[in-house]
């Protein structure tokens, strides 16, 4: 037979100043979810660098109760550095202690941050709607055939990580001329182009830098040729990997030219400097 119902609003929800029953509900289910049991973190592996050294940033969400998901995720700019993404698909779920609690871990962001400048840097504060699903008594029929007399409800929890501050030293004075900002460990392997040539033919001057650093800011050296020398512009080559390590791989430089009088000519080598962090000093490589 057909059913009418009446839906009135409860004395709570009319009283002045009760803020509505919809307000309170949310304040009850609230009530069930702890100031830690969800968490946004970063953590750093290094403070204290020079302009140009890497700093990873992993960001983690930590939860004691189910997660439904994540939502309005905004990360910070990371305001004087340059960001090299890394790849986090690998990464599941993990047990982990944190301020004497047991929470369930997971890397949800991992960065390299070269800083550009030298000075006080901030990595601002990441913010996160995480929503999380807890358990309320259920209004319905506590028998257990209707669901045990509990419910699931979406709770949403707007978290943000700490802000960090990183001191960036410069690099210290007296760096080479050969040195345009390379900072890490490198190698530098050079074809040399024939020492016979006929007049007017073409050669390639080759130089190869590898190792690991701030790669992609590695520009071609600088190589002289006779002034009777036509010279074209470099071509660029690299294969360049991103992980927890830092950058790595090589860059790769191709002079092209044209030896255009016949004699006899000195080449000077090519010189490539860097700065390593490790031995906090330059190191300049020969041809």
């Not at 004691?64 to 309005?72: A, E, S, T, W, Y």
């Amino acid at each position: 037979q057909p059913l009418t119902i009446e839906v009135i609003a409860d004395e709570a929800s009319v009283r002045p100043g009760a803020g509505g029953g919809e307000k309170q509900a949310g304040e009850a289910r609230s009530a069930k979810l702890g100031a830690d049991d969800l968490l946004v973190r970063v953590a750093v592996n290094r403070n204290n660098v020079f302009k140009g050294q890497p700093i990873r940033a992993t960001f983690k969400i930590y939860t004691r109760v189910q997660l439904g998901g994540l939502d309005n995720v905004k990360y910070p700019a990371f305001n004087g550095f340059w960001v090299q993404d890394l790849d986090v698909q690998g990464y599941g779920w993990q047990r982990e202690t944190l301020n004497g609690k047991v929470y369930d871990a997971k890397i949800i962001r991992e960065v390299l941050l070269y800083p550009q400048q030298a000075g006080t840097l901030v990595i601002e504060p990441a913010e996160i709607t995480a929503v999380a699903q807890v358990i309320i008594q259920s209004r319905r029929s506590l028998d257990p055939f209707f669901g045990g007399g509990h419910d699931f409800v979406n709770v949403p929890r707007k978290v943000q990580s700490p802000r960090i501050n990183v001191t960036v030293k410069p690099l210290p004075a007296g760096a080479p001329a050969s040195f345009s900002g390379a900072v890490g460990s490198f190698t530098m392997d050079a074809v040399l182009p024939p020492d016979r040539l006929a007049a007017n033919s073409a050669a390639t001057y080759t130089v190869k830098i590898s190792g690991t650093g701030n790669l992609t800011f590695v520009q071609a050296p600088k190589l002289t040729l006779p002034a009777s020398f036509e010279q074209y512009n470099v071509k660029t080559t690299e294969s360049i990997n991103a992980s927890a390590a830092g950058i790595s791989g090589y860059r790769q430089f191709e002079y092209p030219f044209i030896a255009r009088a016949e004699g006899t000519y000195d080449v000077e080598p090519v010189e490539f400097s860097y700065f390593d962090p490790a031995r906090m000093q330059y190191m300049t490589l020969r041809s």
